[in-house]
Antibody, heavy 118, light 108 residues
Framework: EVQLVQSGAEVKKPGESLKISCKGSGYSFANYWIGWVRQMPGKGLEWMGIIYPGDSDTRYSPSFQGQVTISADKSISTAYLQWSLKASDTAIYYC????????????WGQGTQVTVSS | IVLTQSPGTLSLSPGQRATLSCRASYRVPSDYVAWYLQKPGQAPRLLIYGASTRATGVPDRFSGSGSGTDFTLSISRLEPEDFAVYYCQQYGTSLIFTFGQGTKLEIK
């Protein structure tokens, strides 16, 4: 069974750094793109970026380029999202697996709630 | 590409048919269009990919259609568990994905 399990909820202050994780299992982690999606409170889904764990090829949405860093460690089947926090970063962050030729997002992690407050 | 979903909110009763629209700002290959359902407190779930192919386990009351710039998700007979938010999504070049703003399907 394909699973993406994300790290737990975080409460942080503005200016602090955060790295959240997404561990894949039940499939060949290195061979599927992993994307990150932000959902702010009561809002829709925003694409942040994507990484191919096999060779760490990474692409960012223009809206998030330079604001976040996506990485992966294929040896432990884990992808990461890292950034310096602003108060407006309060949101749920999802990782998601992207499947092959049609670039379909077929599996999602459970989401990591990040709360940023002074 | 900008994806515009309509209506923003759709109020229907169980047993009725729902039709949700997704319009792209310019032509999108059908292979790269998908629909997701999100229930409160849950992650999105894949319903339709390639504009018209149901994902594994998705009931056949869900169907997708469309091409070019106009895509549609239809639900033939609404069940209570279908009331949720629906997002369309397209894959563009350079591994950039775009989501519509969502349609909330609520019980009338």
């Amino acid at each position: 069974e394909v699973q993406l399990v994300q790290s737990g909820a975080e409460v942080k202050k503005p200016g602090e750094s955060l790295k959240i994780s997404c561990k894949g299992s039940g499939y060949s982690f290195a061979n599927y793109w992993i994307g990150w999606v932000r959902q702010m409170p009561g809002k829709g889904l925003e694409w942040m970026g994507i990484i191919y764990p096999g060779d760490s090829d990474t692409r960012y949405s223009p809206s998030f380029q330079g604001q976040v860093t996506i990485s992966a460690d294929k040896s432990i089947s884990t992808a990461y999202l890292q950034w310096s926090l602003k108060a407006s970063d309060t949101a749920i962050y999802y990782c998601a697996r992207v499947r092959g030729i049609t670039f379909t997002i077929d599996y999602w992690g459970q989401g990591t709630q990040v709360t940023v407050s002074s | 590409i900008v994806l515009t979903q309509s209506p923003g909110t759709l109020s229907l009763s169980p047993g009725q048919r729902a039709t949700l629209s997704c319009r792209a700002s310019y032509r999108v290959p059908s292979d790269y269009v998908a629909w997701y359902l999100q229930k409160p407190g849950q992650a999105p779930r894949l319903l339709i990919y390639g504009a018209s192919t149901r994902a594994t386990g998705v009931p056949d009351r869900f169907s997708g259609s469309g091409s070019g710039t106009d895509f549609t998700l239809s639900i033939s007979r609404l069940e209570p568990e279908d009331f949720a938010v629906y997002y369309c999504q397209q894959y563009g070049t350079s591994l950039i994905f775009t989501f519509g703003q969502g349609t909330k399907l609520e019980i009338k």
